[in-house]
C-alpha cells in the first residue's frame, strides 16, 4: 500500500471518528444558544465544503455562491408554501435548480481565467439579489416565512428540540465531505487538480478543462442548493438580504480558504473557527462589536493568503497540499 | 504512408515567417531529432505537432489521420504526448499523483491508473521518489517527471522539447539510455534539441531547420557533415568545401 | 410621461455620475493594467476617501474641492502602503497564485469594512453645507445641481491630468512596466517602485473621486461594495488596463444606469448595467478598449 492509499485510508477513518464526536457532541448541551452555533458552523462547514469543490479543487474562485443558496432556498420554500411538498424532496429540486443555475453561469464565465471569472461571480451574485428582490411572486424583499405545519421529519419541522436539525446539517455536512473524498481520489478529482495547477499542462495531457469545471460546477450548485433548503427549514425564514446578500458568499467561501482550499478538511476547520468568531464576537460585543467579526474574518484571510497559503490545515502537517 | 506526415506545414506569427513549407515523415519506432540554430522554428513545429498551434498552412498527420489544428487535448487522445521545456509540474501534488492525472488519459479506474503510473516511474528510475511533493525534485529529476507523466497516457508518438539541454554528462548519458528505452517499447520519439553532439549518437535520422526551413534531412553521419549545416550553426568560417 | 425634458435631465445625470464611475474605473483599471491584479478593496478605498472627507469636513470645515490635494495625498499613501504590505508578498507567492491573489485584496476589503463599521457605526453620512450645496444651475429646464456638476469637472481634470502623467518620465515608466513588466528591470526601472507609485496613483485617483461624491451622495460601510460592483462592470466594458476605455465606459455605465431607472423604475437601475456586462462577457470579453 502506498502513501497514497494509506492517506486516505487514514482520512476515511478521521472522517468517521469526527461524525460520531460531532453526533455525540449535542446530546449533553442543553443551552439553545450553543445549539444554534454548533448547527450553524456545521452546516456552513458543509456549504464551504460544496464551495471548495469548485473553488478550491477546480480552482475557479467564486465570491457569489450565495446565489446558488438561495436559489436552493427559494425553491423548496416555494414548492413547500404553494405545493405542499417536503422539504426533504423539495431539497432536491433546490439543489437541481441552483446546479443547473451554476451550469449556466459557467458556460460564458470559465473561459475567463482566475479575477475575471472571480468578478463575473460577484456581478452574477448581485444580479440574483436584485432579481429576487423585485419578484413579488417570491415575496420581493418582504421575504418568505415557513409556514409550521406540525412537526415531522418529512417536512424537516421541529419546534420542540433543535436536535433534529442538528442531525440534518450534520448529515448534509457529511455527505458533501463523502462527495469531496470520493472525487478526489478519482479521475475527476484529479482533473481539477491538474487544471488548477497547470492548464496547459493538463491539456497535454488529454484533460478535457471545459467538461471538468462543468461538472464541478453542477456539482458544487447542487449541494449549495441542498444546502440552501435546510437553512431555509432552519431559520423559518427566507429573503433576499438573509439569503442571497453578498455577505452569505463571503460566509461560503471564507471557511475554505482559511481553512484549506482545496483540501478535504479545510473547510471544516476553517468553519470551526469562522463561524463561531462570527457569532460570538456579534452577541458579546453587541453594538459595538459591529464590525470586529469582519475585521476578524478579514485580518484572517489576508494572513492567510499571504502568510500560508495552504490554510490552517497546513499547520496540522496536512501535507505540502497547496 | 508513414507513421508521421508533416506535410508542407507553415506557420507566421505577427509578421515573422516562423515555419515555411516544412514537410518530412517520420518511420513508426524511429527517433527523430529536430535540430537546428536558435531561431530556426524548432519550438513553432513542434508546438504545431502537439497541437497547441495550428499552422497557417498544410497538415500534420498520424497514422494517416490529420492531427493538424485540432488542439492539445485532441492530439493527446490521438497519441501524441509532449513534454515542456520548461518544466510544468503540478506543484500541489507528489509525483506519482502528477504522473496519475496522465495515467487516467486511458483508464477511469483509480486502482488501474495507480498501478500504471507506478510502473512508468519505475521505468523512468523515479519509484523511489513517487510520494515525494513535485516541486521538492531536483531539476533533472523532474524532466524525468514531464517524460513519466507523457509515457503515462500510453502515447504512440512521443515529443520531447530540449530533454537535454543543460545536463552533466552524466545526467544527459541517463537521459539518452531512457529515449532508447522508450524507443524499446515501440514509441516513436521526435526530439527537439540543439545540443548536436548529445543528440546525433542518439537519433535514427534528422531534420535540420533553419530561418523557418527545412535545410536537410538525413542520417546523422550525412547531416553532420553537410556544408549547409555546418554554415547555419557555426558560419561560413567553418564550412569545408564538399 | 416620458417627456423630452425628462428625458434630457435623465441623460444629464447620467453623465454627470457617469464621469464619477469613470474615475473610480480608472483606478482599478490602472491597477490592473500594471500587474495584472484586480483590487477587490477598491471599493474600500472609495469608502475611506468618503469618511475621510467627512471627518476633515467635520474638524476643519474645509470645502470639499480644498480637501481635494488632503484626502486624494492621504489615499495615494494609503495605495502605496497596501502595495508594500499586502501586494508585494502576494505576488512573491508560488503556489496558488491566483487564489492568494484574489483573496488578499478582498480580505482586506472585508477587514476595511469592517473597520468603517466599528469606527463610524453603520449609519449614513454625508457632508452638507459646503457651498455648492443646494444650488443648481438652470440650462433651459434642466436642473443641473451644483456639487454633481463640479464633481463631474474635477473628475474630467482627473483624466487631464492622468494623460498628463503619461507623458512624464513616470508615465513612460508606468508604460513600460505594463508592457512588459519582466524586462524593465533590464532599462534601469525599478520595478517595484512603479508598482507602488501605481498603487498610489490608482488609490489617488479614487480619493478625488471620494471627496466628490460625499458632496452629494452618503457613505455608509456597504457604499464600497456597491461602487465596486459598478466600477467591476464599467472596467469589463471598457476593457482592462485602459484608462480611456475606463472614461468612455463610465459614461456610458452612467447613461444605461439613468435610462434604466427612467424607463424601468429607480430599483431597478441597475438592471440596465448587468445586462451591459453580460453581454459585453458574452460578445467581446476583452471590453472597448482592452486587452486580454
Redesign the interface.
Known amino acids: 500500500m502506498?502513501?497514497?492509499?494509506r492517506r486516505r485510508r487514514l482520512e476515511l477513518i478521521g472522517g468517521v471518528v469526527v461524525l460520531l464526536a460531532l453526533a455525540l457532541l449535542p446530546l449533553p448541551i442543553r443551552d439553545v444558544y450553543t445549539q444554534n452555533l454548533i448547527i450553524i458552523t456545521i452546516l456552513f462547514a458543509g456549504l464551504s465544503q460544496a464551495w471548495n469543490i469548485l473553488?478550491g479543487y477546480c480552482?475557479q474562485?467564486s465570491?457569489g455562491h450565495a446565489l446558488y443558496l438561495g436559489v436552493g432556498a427559494y425553491v423548496s420554500t416555494m414548492l413547500y408554501v404553494h405545493g405542499g411538498v417536503p422539504p426533504t424532496v423539495g431539497m432536491f429540486a433546490g439543489g437541481a435548480v441552483a446546479g443547473l443555475g451554476a451550469l449556466l453561469v459557467g458556460w460564458?464565465?470559465f473561459?475567463?481565467?482566475?479575477?475575471?471569472y472571480?468578478?463575473?461571480t460577484?456581478?452574477v451574485g448581485?444580479?440574483g439579489y436584485?432579481l429576487f428582490?423585485?419578484w413579488d411572486w417570491v415575496g420581493a424583499a418582504t421575504g418568505i416565512y415557513v409556514p409550521f405545519r406540525g412537526e415531522s421529519l418529512i417536512a424537516l419541522q421541529f419546534r420542540t428540540s433543535k436536535l433534529p436539525f442538528h442531525y440534518a446539517a450534520l448529515i448534509f455536512a457529511a455527505v458533501t465531505w463523502v462527495i469531496a473524498f470520493v472525487i478526489e481520489?478519482?479521475?475527476w478529482g484529479?482533473?481539477w487538480?491538474?487544471v488548477?495547477?497547470?492548464v496547459?499542462?493538463?491539456?497535454?495531457?488529454?484533460?478535457?478543462?471545459f467538461p471538468s469545471k462543468m461538472a464541478a460546477a453542477a456539482i458544487s450548485g447542487f449541494l449549495t442548493g441542498v444546502g440552501g433548503a435546510i437553512y431555509a427549514q432552519y431559520v423559518g425564514y427566507i429573503d433576499p438580504d438573509s439569503i442571497l446578500a453578498?455577505s452569505l458568499s463571503?460566509l461560503i467561501a471564507l471557511p475554505a480558504?482559511l481553512g484549506g482550499?482545496?483540501t478535504l478538511w479545510g473547510p471544516l476547520v476553517g468553519a470551526a473557527v469562522l463561524i463561531p468568531v462570527s457569532e460570538l464576537t456579534r452577541s458579546y460585543l453587541g453594538g459595538?462589536g459591529?464590525?470586529?467579526?469582519?475585521?476578524?474574518?478579514?485580518?484572517?484571510?489576508?494572513l492567510?493568503?499571504?502568510a500560508r497559503?495552504?490554510g490552517l490545515v497546513s499547520l496540522f502537517g496536512a501535507?505540502?497540499?497547496? | 504512408m508513414a507513421f508521421l506526415e508533416v506535410d508542407g506545414v507553415s506557420k507566421t506569427f505577427g509578421g515573422v515567417a516562423a515555419n515555411v513549407d516544412i514537410s518530412f515523415t517520420v518511420e513508426r519506432g524511429q527517433i527523430l531529432g529536430l535540430i537546428g540554430p536558435n531561431g530556426a522554428g524548432k519550438t513553432s513545429l513542434f508546438n504545431a505537432i502537439a497541437g497547441e498551434v495550428r499552422p497557417d498552412r498544410g497538415q500534420i498527420r498520424l497514422e494517416g489521420k490529420r492531427i493538424s489544428g485540432l488542439g492539445p487535448v485532441a492530439c493527446s487522445r490521438a497519441g501524441v504526448a509532449r513534454t515542456f521545456q520548461v518544466v510544468r509540474s503540478f506543484d500541489s501534488m507528489s509525483v506519482l499523483e502528477n504522473v496519475m492525472v496522465g495515467a487516467f488519459a486511458r483508464t477511469s479506474s483509480p486502482a488501474e491508473a495507480m498501478g500504471r503510473a507506478m510502473s512508468v516511474l519505475e521505468f523512468c528510475g523515479l519509484a523511489a521518489r513517487a510520494d515525494a511533493a513535485a516541486h521538492q525534485l531536483t531539476p533533472p529529476e523532474k524532466r524525468r517527471l514531464e517524460i513519466a507523466r507523457a509515457l503515462a497516457t500510453e502515447p504512440k508518438l512521443l515529443l520531447l522539447d530540449e530533454m537535454l539541454t543543460g545536463l552533466t554528462p552524466t545526467e544527459a548519458a541517463a537521459g539518452v539510455a531512457l529515449v532508447r528505452a522508450v524507443r524499446e517499447r515501440a514509441i516513436t520519439v521526435v526530439m527537439v534539441e540543439h545540443v548536436m553532439e548529445v543528440v546525433l549518437p542518439l537519433v535514427d535520422r534528422a531534420v535540420v531547420l533553419n530561418l523557418g526551413r527545412v535545410l536537410m534531412t538525413g542520417s546523422p553521419a550525412e547531416v553532420v557533415r553537410h556544408p549547409d549545416v555546418i554554415r547555419a550553426y557555426l558560419g561560413d568560417r567553418y564550412a569545408a568545401p564538399a | 410621461m416620458l417627456t423630452a425634458d425628462a428625458l434630457a435631465q435623465a441623460l444629464i445625470s447620467g453623465l454627470l455620475m457617469g464621469l464619477i464611475y469613470a474615475l473610480v474605473a480608472a483606478g482599478l483599471s490602472l491597477i490592473f493594467g500594471l500587474m495584472d491584479i484586480v483590487n477587490f478593496a477598491h471599493g474600500e478605498l472609495l469608502m475611506l476617501a468618503m469618511y475621510a472627507a467627512v471627518v476633515l469636513f467635520g474638524a476643519t470645515h474645509l470645502d470639499p474641492l480644498l480637501q481635494l490635494p488632503i484626502v486624494a495625498g492621504l489615499l495615494f499613501l494609503l495605495g502605496m502602503g497596501v502595495y508594500r504590505g499586502v501586494i508585494a508578498r502576494a505576488l512573491g507567492v508560488r503556489f496558488n497564485r491566483g487564489m492568494v491573489q484574489i483573496f488578499a485584496t478582498f480580505g482586506l476589503a472585508i477587514f476595511i469594512r469592517g473597520a468603517a463599521q466599528f469606527v463610524w457605526g453603520g449609519d449614513f453620512r454625508s457632508v452638507s453645507g459646503t457651498w455648492l450645496a443646494n444650488r443648481s444651475v438652470d440650462l433651459g429646464g434642466i436642473f443641473v445641481p451644483l456639487p454633481q456638476l463640479a464633481a463631474s469637472l474635477v473628475c474630467l481634470l482627473a483624466f487631464a491630468g492622468l494623460l498628463l502623467i503619461n507623458r512624464t518620465e513616470f508615465g513612460r515608466a508606468l508604460e513600460a512596466t505594463r508592457e512588459d513588466r519582466d524586462a524593465v528591470a533590464l532599462i534601469g526601472i525599478d520595478r517595484d517602485r512603479i508598482f507602488a507609485l501605481g498603487w498610489g496613483l490608482g488609490a489617488g485617483t479614487v480619493g478625488i473621486a471620494g471627496v466628490m461624491l460625499i458632496t452629494f451622495y452618503y457613505v455608509s460601510p456597504n457604499v464600497g461594495a456597491n461602487f465596486a460592483i459598478i466600477a467591476y462592470v464599467t472596467v469589463a466594458l471598457g476593457g482592462f488596463g485602459s484608462v480611456l476605455g475606463a472614461l468612455a465606459a463610465g459614461i456610458v455605465i452612467g447613461e444605461v444606469e439613468a435610462l434604466t431607472a427612467l424607463f424601468l423604475e429607480p430599483s431597478l437601475k441597475q438592471v440596465g448595467m448587468f445586462a451591459v456586462y453580460l453581454l459585453v462577457l458574452m460578445v467581446r470579453p476583452r471590453g472597448l478598449f482592452g486587452t486580454l
Open positions: 502506498n502513501a497514497i492509499q473553488g480552482g474562485i465570491l460564458p464565465c473561459r475567463l481565467s482566475g479575477h475575471y472571480a468578478i463575473a460577484v456581478v448581485e444580479i436584485l428582490l423585485n481520489g478519482r479521475a484529479y482533473a487538480r491538474a488548477r495547477d497547470d496547459v499542462a493538463a491539456r497535454s495531457l488529454g484533460v478535457r478543462v453578498g463571503i480558504v482550499v482545496g459595538s459591529q464590525g470586529v467579526d469582519l475585521m476578524i474574518y478579514g485580518g484572517m484571510i489576508v492567510v493568503a499571504l497559503p495552504a501535507g505540502a497540499r497547496a
